[in-house]
């Protein structure tokens, strides 16, 4: 076509620039995931949603462009390579950009001087079981922040059966505190057996939502398929 090289493929037809811009865009999408950090850090809260919502449409709108620049299809298929470019963009972005956020926010509350590592129990409030294609369960903190952590079935089982008596469900991690800040050691991922536990008490002051055995512990089911207490 007059000296410029066009790739095609049977749905869309790009120039070389196009294809690499692609190419590009599917790595953005994979690897987004794979920077996220281990950490999960309870105090402070740190609301970042809108500059990642910038940078996320900001990257889509201009791989969008790009792609409909570097389409040659005609008529509703460039619209339909310009979409596909901006949703890769978009869902890589959007984990990239909201995992450099939290490891800068982290990086800023627990400068190496000042921070330690300590095994420390933190008082429990709902334990959830996720069911669909996969199943996996996990437990909130207490507090009027909470956070997520994914537990084995073994711990979801020991709270499901252990709800009656004195004293919290606490979870047994390893934190790095500097200051008020507060994170848990690799609470990405699932925590090993025996986290959960039964603590005499809870901390002084009780969190808020901090749930006492005896009471609702609000064990609750998400995804297909029967309920907790059905199995």
């Known amino acids: 076509m007059r000296g410029e090289a066009v790739v095609q493929s049977r749905a869309i037809k790009l120039t070389p620039l196009g294809w690499v811009c692609l190419v590009l865009a599917v790595i953005l999408t994979i690897s987004g995931p794979f920077f996220r950090p281990d950490d999960i850090e309870v105090t402070p809260v740190h609301d970042?949603?809108?500059?990642?919502?910038?940078?996320?449409?900001?990257?889509?709108?201009i791989l969008a462009a790009i792609g409909f620049?570097?389409?040659?299809d005609t008529g509703l298929q460039r619209w339909v390579t310009s979409l596909v470019f901006g949703v890769l963009a978009a869902q890589g972005s959007w984990f990239l950009a909201s995992?450099?956020?939290t490891r800068l926010e982290m990086q800023a509350d627990f400068p190496a001087a000042?921070?330690?590592t300590v095994d420390q129990a933190l008082a429990l409030g709902k334990a959830r079981?996720?069911?669909?294609?996969t199943t996996h369960w996990s437990v909130d903190t207490a507090g009027p922040t909470p956070v997520r952590l994914p537990i084995s079935r073994t711990d979801y089982d020991f709270m499901t059966?252990?709800?009656?008596?004195?004293?919290?469900?606490?979870?047994?991690?390893?934190?790095?505190?500097?200051g008020k800040a507060l994170r848990v050691l690799h609470g990405a991922h699932q925590l090993p057996t025996g986290t959960v536990a039964i603590c005499p008490a809870a901390?002084?002051?009780t969190p808020h939502g901090a749930y006492k055995l005896g009471k609702d512990i609000s064990v609750t089911w998400?995804?297909?398929g029967a309920s907790p207490a059905a199995q």
């Open 222 to 224: 998400y995804g297909d």
């Open 161 to 178: 059966t252990h709800v009656a008596g004195d004293g919290f469900f606490c979870a047994h991690v390893t934190v790095q505190t500097a």
């Open 129 to 133: 079981r996720w069911g669909g294609k």
């Open 99 to 101: 995992a450099a956020a």
């Open 114 to 116: 000042t921070t330690r």
């Open 69 to 72: 620049s570097q389409s040659r």
């Open 48 to 61: 970042h949603h809108l500059a990642v919502w910038a940078v996320t449409v900001g990257v889509a709108l």
């Open 203 to 205: 901390p002084d002051p």
